[in-house]
């Protein structure tokens, strides 16, 4: 508009007027369509870090479209800054006001768990919460986050030994008795061998276990996986028999 003012004078102001009538547009059609009040079925992310390629896609094709079925919780991590960084978190760097937003103690846990947003936006999207943790306190945020979340998926492509927070990660999903909850996405580089003895004497039969195996990273892999999810928080949302 300020450019179309100096060419055309008063005229350019219908450029503000345009956005005027999309304002006007869109508060009538979010009252007549309200979104549903419900609180979504929650998904916690959990991932092999160090590809940061592959998880962005991932995150595009699957994590963003779940955000119109619930809220999304994951450990922070550089390989998804780009997807989740908000202007908050700027704000937090320009100001150098960044490490307190880490969760360094208990405390600190309880508060961020205590503020989790479970409330859709206007536009009918769950939001993405993130936990920026230290290596002494990552640990018990997943264990809390466990307890916050209706479904998991854990991408579990490049899993070898050398991936001792995966192995950690399994070990409570096995403690937990989250395996029946949790779509594993694998690759032909996943130590499946490991993967095996990690959840060993679970009680979990095998047809209860949801393992893709991802074989080239396309469309319609993640497709399947995302199609995976819906089944599973079908089956936790499902009312129980009486």
């Known amino acids: 508009s300020a450019d179309l003012a100096t060419s055309l004078g008063w005229k350019g102001l219908w450029g503000l007027a345009g956005f005027v009538v999309y ?8 009252h007549l369509w309200p979104v549903p009040g419900d609180a979504g079925v929650s998904l916690l992310v959990l991932r092999v870090f160090g590809f940061q390629k592959r998880t962005e896609k991932l995150f595009d094709s699957v994590i963003l479209r779940w955000r119109f079925r619930g809220p999304i919780r ?39 768990l205590r503020r989790l947003d479970t409330a859709r936006d206007p536009d009918g999207h769950f939001r993405v919460t993130e936990f920026y943790c230290q290596a002494n306190t990552w640990t018990h945020a997943l264990i809390a986050l466990l307890a916050h979340s209706d479904v998991i998926l854990m991408d579990l492509r490049g899993f070898n030994k050398d991936r001792s927070g995966c192995l950690f990660e399994l070990e409570q ?26 959840i060993d004497q679970t009680g979990t039969a095998a047809s209860q276990m949801h393992l893709e195996q991802v074989k080239t990273d396309s469309i319609s892999a993640r497709n399947r996986v995302y199609r995976v999810l819906q089944s599973i928080s079908a089956k936790e949302t499902a009312p129980a028999n009486g």
Do not use: W
């Open 74 to 112: 994951m450990i922070a991590g550089t390989d998804l800054a780009a997807r989740t960084i908000d202007p908050d978190d700027s704000l937090a760097f320009a100001s150098g006001d960044l490490p307190s937003r880490f969760v360094s103690n208990p405390e600190d846990l309880n508060e961020r």
């Open 23 to 30: 304002r006007l547009v869109a508060a009538i059609g979010f």
């Open 173 to 198: 999903l096995k403690h937990y008795e989250r395996l029946a909850q949790t779509v594993f996405v694998v690759d032909s580089k996943t130590d499946l061998e490991l993967f095996k003895t990690a």
